[in-house]
Structure formats: structure tokens, C-alpha cells
């Protein structure tokens, strides 16, 4: 495995160092966990497939300038029918059909050394999140690195407030109630790739 971690770093030292030009394709599943007045629960999502290109930067390092993900909100769900109407009524998926995430100016290289170094293997990144037309800064935690060759893996965890969204909580029968805050955990699988210049 540590050899598979270094030819993971070796690789991108290189691109660094020649001036190559590389990008990330990539995938993602998406969990998120709510409260209501009754019970907790838990859904699931899929981001589409998504690429971005990769650039050296200074001191020999690696940087991802943009990279952006979007969550079909058709493809979410909880396992309960309903709620999963519910649920779409209330991100108006038919007027705002995906959910938008973007991080910028990422160094892949200090964000690795960061997690490595934390005793929890975690670091602070802050993305973008697009709900509805509505846009929001989110702090987030990237963790569980993990490295095999060209092929990284990793998740990213932030709590999202529906009311900084403008999103009104679903309710029953105006009994029970979502609470505002729900934790949402990404799992990204990328391969980096060398592109013809």
C-alpha cells in the first residue's frame, strides 16, 4: 500500500514538475441525516460524473482551480415514498433540478499533507452550495484518504441549515417537523489522468 500511496504522489509530483497538463474524473454518493419531531432518518444520492483540470502551482505543487459537482435531486431519496415527494416539493425540483457544489484554488498537496498530519486524518475546506437559486459558503471537513495508484478516494463532511437556504422544514399535518440542521456526508472517488497538451 505504501508503495501505491507514492506512485499516487510520485505521479503528481511529475505532472507539477514537467508543467504536464492532467485532470480528475470522478464520482460521488451522497448520505445525509436528518431529525424530525419523531424520528431521525437518513437518505441517499449520486452526483453526476464530473471532471476537472488540474495545474502546477507554486513551491511545486498541485491546484485544482474549480472544481464543481451537481446532485440530481430526482435521484435522492430516504426510503419512504412521501417523503421523498415531500422532499422535492421542497427544493422545487422541478424548477431547480440538481444541487450545486464548488470548491476553488484547492493545493491537492497541502490538503493531502493537512489530513495526514491531523490525528483525526481531517481538514478544513470550505466549498460552495447552490439550493434553489440560493448560493452559500459552507465550511466542510475533508477526510479518509485514501490513495491507490492514479485513483484517490475521500469524503467530505458539513452540516447545511434549510433556513440559510430559505428553505421552509417539511412538516405532517403540522405535527411533525425536519429540523433545520442536517449533516451531509460526500464520498468522492477520482482518477487523476494526464491529458494531451
Known amino acids: 500500500m505504501i508503495l501505491k ?3 499516487a504522489v510520485a505521479f503528481l509530483l511529475l505532472i507539477a514538475a514537467q508543467g504536464s497538463a492532467a485532470e480528475i474524473r470522478g464520482a460521488c454518493e451522497v448520505r445525509f441525516q436528518a431529525s424530525s419531531t419523531l424520528h431521525d432518518f437518513s437518505g441517499t444520492g449520486k452526483c453526476l460524473p ?3 483540470p488540474l495545474h502546477p502551482a507554486s513551491a511545486g505543487n ?3 482551480p474549480l472544481v464543481e459537482v451537481v446532485v440530481p435531486v430526482a435521484g435522492m431519496e430516504t426510503g419512504i415514498g412521501a417523503r421523498d415527494r415531500t422532499m422535492r ?3 422545487q425540483a422541478d424548477r431547480h433540478p440538481g444541487i ?3 470548491a476553488r484554488d484547492i493545493d491537492t498537496d497541502d490538503l493531502r499533507r493537512r489530513m495526514r498530519a491531523d ?3 481531517k481538514a478544513p475546506l470550505e466549498i460552495v452550495l447552490a439550493i434553489r437559486g440560493v448560493e452559500r459558503k459552507v465550511p466542510a471537513f475533508a477526510g479518509g484518504l485514501k490513495e491507490e495508484g492514479r485513483r484517490v478516494s475521500f469524503e467530505i463532511e458539513f452540516p447545511v441549515s434549510l433556513k440559510e437556504f430559505e428553505l421552509e422544514a ?3 399535518l403540522g405535527i411533525v ?3 433545520d440542521r442536517v449533516v451531509v456526508k460526500v464520498s468522492f472517488s477520482i482518477e487523476v489522468e494526464e491529458t494531451p497538451r
Open 50 to 52: 464530473f471532471t476537472a
Open 62 to 64: 498541485t491546484l485544482l
Open 5 to 7: 500511496v507514492r506512485s
Open 89 to 91: 416539493k421542497m427544493f
Open 100 to 102: 450545486h457544489a464548488a
Open 177 to 179: 417537523r425536519v429540523a
Open 119 to 121: 490525528p483525526a486524518g
Open 170 to 172: 417539511p412538516t405532517v
